[in-house]
Every structure is written in C-alpha cells, then in structure tokens.
C-alpha cells in the first residue's frame, strides 16, 4: 500500500483529478493514460492498474460527478424558499463554473452515440431526472425546468464563457435580469 504524507492526496486521487482536468478540457478520445499518470505524477502502470482502464477512469469521473451533482440537490432541497433556491443557485453555479464537472457532463454527452460511453452519459442523465422527480418530488415542469438550465449551463461552461459574462448570459446562467437584458 502506497503512504502518503497527511494532507498529501493519495496516488489514485492525484490520478482523479488529473484526468477530471484533461478529460473535461480536451476530450477522451485525445487524452492518453500516459499523459494522465505524467500530470498526476505516478506511472502510467500504476494509473492503469487504479482504474482498471481508461474507460474505468471516465466511469469514476462519470460517477463522482453524477454523486456531486446529486449531493447538491439533496443538500439543498426542498426548493421552496427564495433563500434555498438562492442557496441552489449559487452552489450550482460554483459547480457550473468553477469545477471542471460540468466540462466533464459535457464531453459524456457529447460522447452519446459511443457503445461504451454513451450509456454512462444516459444512465447519469436518467438517474438525475429520477432523482428530483421520484424521490424530492418535485413536479414534473420544475424537473423540466432544472435540468434544461443545468444543460444550458452544461453548454456554457463547455463554451468556456467567463465570470461575469455579458449581460444575456447572465440572464440565462441565474435567471436574473441586470437590466440591459430585458
């Protein structure tokens, strides 16, 4: 078993975040496990034998950021308060916009039509929309509503749109007018 001073993040988490990073900037398909493991500073045996695969890895990705996206909304349901949804928004717009998780949601999605990844990416989604409906019993509209600005956002942060952004951005990220956008 590998030590590891405290404070000091383990191997197989230097190789998570390493990937997280290049993965969601530029892709799966151009991303080697080489260039993983040289970014995380272990061997490209040791990256493989963590995660099985690279496939395995983007599993692990796919994962922490579906159980990130759900804590959020677990956390901070039921929505029903100008507070909560204050609270949602802007934990969500952290996720958004300064994590590399829905870079991430991204480049899944955009991988729909691959036999491997392309089920991963629909399982996340399905899970999500199951997750608000079913068990925070929300109405189906505000499901709706959720998850089509969560795609937007999705969108925006692949486009790599900074913060703050012009004024019909922001509408579109927070919902709220600054005045120019109306």
């Known amino acids: ?3 590891t001073t405290p404070g000091t993040p383990s191997g ?3 190789v998570l975040a390493a990937a997280l990073h290049l993965f969601s900037h530029y892709g799966f398909q151009r991303i080697t496990t080489d260039q993983i493991a040289q970014e995380a500073g272990v061997s490209q045996a040791y990256a493989v034998r963590a995660f099985g695969s690279k496939l395995g890895l983007i599993r692990a990705l796919s994962s922490g950021a579906s159980r990130r996206m759900a804590d959020l909304f677990l956390e901070t349901a039921p929505l029903d308060t100008v507070e909560r949804r204050s609270e949602f928004r802007t934990r969500f717009s ?3 916009f ?3 998780d829905m870079r991430l949601l991204a480049q899944l999605f955009a991988c729909g039509g691959d036999e491997e990844i392309g089920p ?5 989604f399905l899970r999500m929309c199951h997750l608000l409906h079913d068990d925070l019993k929300l109405p ?3 499901v709706r509503r ?3 600005t969560g795609m937007l956002s999705i969108t925006l942060s692949a486009l790599d749109y900074p ?3 012009d004024d019909i951005i922001e509408y579109l990220i927070s919902g709220q007018s600054t005045g120019a956008s109306q």
């Open 140 to 142: 189906i509209e505000e």
């Open 94 to 96: 952290a996720l958004a």
């Open 1 to 3: 078993m590998a030590r």
């Open 12 to 14: 197989r988490d230097r």
């Open 98 to 100: 300064e994590s590399d």
């Open 146 to 148: 959720i998850l089509a």
């Open 163 to 165: 913060r703050p952004s």
């Open 120 to 124: 991963l990416a629909r399982e996340g």
